[in-house]
């Protein structure tokens, strides 16, 4: 399943003072992670994702994904074990003039599916690591 948010933070937004957002989830696990920000941020639209009070998205808890047009998207492998489930959005924007927009969405499997997905891609890992790759050849 394909979860995904629109959040539009208006100017001059202090962190903590920008209402959560949730998105809520199936339980499985979280596969991919997108965030892009909208042109004209100029990385002053910041954002948090946390689940359960606990900071998840940047793992650091001295980070948060900001940018400008550019998407930030990473191959993740996040448990949602247990109720609550939702993650929770924090956002704040440091532009004193324009509210900015930003993009979240999250790729998320049953866990049942976990299984065939870590067995398939070990499996192309493996068939990777043993194929022969020719780095000369030779002509005559």
Not at 35 to 42: A, T, Y
Not at 81 to 104: C, M, S
Not at 107 to 115: D, G, H, K, L
Request: aromatic share 14%; net charge neutral.
């Amino acid at each position: 399943m394909f979860y995904s948010k629109t959040i539009t933070v208006p100017a001059n937004t202090a962190r903590g003072a920008f209402p959560d957002t949730r998105i809520y989830l199936m339980h499985g696990v979280i596969t991919k992670v997108i965030f892009r920000p909208r042109p004209g941020h100029h990385a002053l639209c910041h954002c948090q994702v946390y689940h359960r009070r606990h900071q998840i998205f940047p793992s650091s808890s001295d980070d948060d994904l900001h940018g400008d047009v550019f998407p930030i998207e990473w191959e993740e492998w996040y448990e949602v074990p247990e109720k609550p489930f939702y993650l929770e959005i924090v956002a704040w924007n440091d532009d004193i003039l324009y509210p900015h927009t930003f993009d979240i969405a999250f790729a998320c499997i049953p866990r049942w599916a976990t299984v065939p997905y870590a067995m398939a891609k070990a499996i192309t890992e493996i068939v990777g690591l043993l194929s022969p790759k020719r780095i000369f050849t030779r002509s005559k």
